[in-house]
Every structure is written in structure tokens, then in C-alpha cells.
């Protein structure tokens, strides 16, 4: 399995504000990319596998609605998770 409790909990606490704080915005983009660079590479290998393709067009969608939510609320939080992730809009 490529994602253990062990990785998301160090996901949260880099990102979020602890560990166990999981429903932070930051922490949930984190926890997003990590898992969407995983789908990238694992569609370079399997160009065919539609249904992971599906769901990682989902989980880009979720990302994005996290981030203009934190656009929106605070933007100094927002261009930290950007730069920090390296993410590019």
C-alpha cells in the first residue's frame, strides 16, 4: 500500500497543524497531491487504466475546490501551501 496511517500522519503534521488535525485545509491539499502525484505516475506506466484516470481528474477537482476556498479566505495561507507544494495555477 503506498499510502500507511505512518505517511498521512507525517503529511498532517508537516502540512496541517498536527498530526491528528486532519480536516485543515492545508493538510487536505497535501494529502491530495501526494496521492495525485502517485496517480500521475502510475498512469505514465498504465496509459490505459481509464479508471484511474477518472479518479484522478476527481481528486484534481476536490484540490482545486480547497484551494479557491482558502483563496478566498485567507490568501497569505494560500500562497504558503502554493509555494510550499509547488503547485501551479
Known amino acids: 500500500m503506498y499510502l500507511t496511517s505512518e505517511k ?6 508537516k502540512h496541517g497543524k ?3 488535525n486532519t480536516g ?3 493538510g487536505q491539499v497535501a494529502l491530495f497531491t501526494y496521492r495525485i502525484n502517485h496517480l500521475t505516475e502510475h498512469l505514465k506506466k498504465n496509459r490505459k487504466d481509464f479508471g ?3 479518479a484522478l481528474v476527481d481528486l484534481v477537482g476536490k484540490r482545486r475546490k480547497i484551494l479557491n476556498y482558502l483563496k478566498n479566505k ?10 510550499d507544494l ?4
Open 86 to 89: 509547488g503547485i501551479r495555477k
Open 18 to 20: 498536527s498530526a491528528t
Open 52 to 54: 484511474t484516470e477518472k
Open 8 to 13: 498521512k500522519a507525517e503529511i498532517f503534521k
Open 74 to 83: 485567507d490568501i497569505t495561507r494560500y500562497r504558503a501551501i502554493i509555494a
Open 24 to 26: 485543515s485545509a492545508e
